[in-house]
């Protein structure tokens, strides 16, 4: 006896093993309130079937889709572009790979495409989400939060951070170190690109510039801010050097801007390190292959992806019970030739 396709049913698994169909569905969608003795038999009926579930049925039956979403609220181009997004999917799917999960890829820009991304979720589609490159005003740690959804963020949120768990570096001690990097060399003029204004790592990073002038009695009004792209570096580190032309040392929010940042000192004729010492943040990739190579303070992007993807298996194996947690993972100073 076979289904219409040749394939073995339900039915017979139930018929082989002895036991009613509901109680065959149970114990191959879950075990739940099923003996030991009828989940044996269904297991070796299956086995000797060569019973395959139908994903829908099973998904009813567990209310899993066994699938995760990562969010990541930024233009397509910046994520296909940027090594930081392209080392945390490599560290999702690992951990993913290991449990046969799906992953479910969301970009989503302010606006009508956050309200639909907000919506899929909503809906359940996926049972869990992990939020990268998250931004000020989109919302999402709160909004996650209020729909009950397991969730992880990586990078610490602007607000909900007592109700979401989150995985992040600690940025404030790793900018304060890579100034400290030029404070050592001698250098008192020390300027910063720093990110975002509307994210966090940004901020901290920023921060942690502060702390390192104001300990070392410098002034810190050498400032100005990118989006962690090149094209920003380039054009916050022409501004710097046109407010600051005295500046001797550069302290660049992420590797991507530091290389931009490379390339405008060498077209002003500012030799690196002799004129201008520069220190990124990131180690990604960038860094090795910059003119002079990047001393920069690496972030274990891969590692956080991965922690950041077991939490949230734990929030899911735990039907949304686990209490939210923090993991701040410390960076590590990379000298190169560029300090």
């Not at 000797?48 to 979403?69: C, E, H, I, M």
């Not at 919302?139 to 990586?154: H, M, S, T, Y």
């Not at 929030?315 to 686990?322: R, W």
């Amino acid at each position: 006896m076979n289904g219409s396709n040749g394939s073995p049913t339900l039915d017979e698994v139930a018929q082989v093993a002895g036991v009613s169909r509901a109680t065959a569905s149970r114990a191959i969608n879950g075990g739940q309130r099923v003996s030991a003795r009828a989940q044996a038999s269904v297991d070796a009926a299956v086995r000797t079937l060569g019973y395959l579930p139908n994903p829908a049925a099973r998904s009813l039956v567990t209310r899993r889709t066994d699938s995760v979403a990562v969010v990541v609220p930024e233009p397509d181009e910046r994520v296909f572009s940027d090594p930081f997004f392209a080392g945390t999917l490599r560290g999702v799917t690992r951990v993913l790979g290991e449990r046969d999960l799906q992953l479910v890829l969301l970009l989503s820009r302010p606006g009508a495409s956050t309200t639909r991304t907000l919506r899929y979720l909503r809906n359940r589609h996926v049972d869990g989400a992990l939020v990268v490159s998250h931004h000020r005003d989109d919302g999402l740690a709160e909004q996650l939060a209020e729909l009950d959804l397991p969730c992880v963020f990586g990078g610490r949120p602007w607000a909900g951070g007592d109700r979401v768990a989150y995985v992040d570096v600690d940025n404030t001690t790793g900018a304060r170190e890579a100034t400290q990097v030029l404070v050592d060399r001698g250098c008192r003029r020390i300027g910063t690109v720093a990110g975002p204004r509307d994210m966090t790592a940004g901020q901290d990073r920023l921060t942690g510039w502060r702390q390192a002038m104001a300990e070392a009695g410098l002034t810190d009004d050498a400032v100005e801010h990118g989006d962690f792209t090149a094209e920003s570096g380039e054009r916050a580190t022409e501004a710097l050097l046109a407010a600051h032309p005295d500046l001797d040392g550069l302290v660049v929010a992420s590797d991507l801007m530091a290389a931009g940042a490379l390339r405008v000192l060498s077209a002003s004729g500012r030799r690196v390190p002799d004129d201008v010492a520069v220190v990124g943040y990131d180690d990604l990739g960038v860094a090795e292959r910059t003119t002079p190579p990047l001393t920069t303070m690496r972030q274990p992007v891969e590692e956080m992806a991965e922690r950041a993807t077991r939490l949230l298996l734990e929030q899911i194996d735990a039907s949304g019970s686990a209490r939210p947690m923090k993991v701040i993972i410390p960076p590590t100073l990379v000298r190169r030739a560029s300090a």
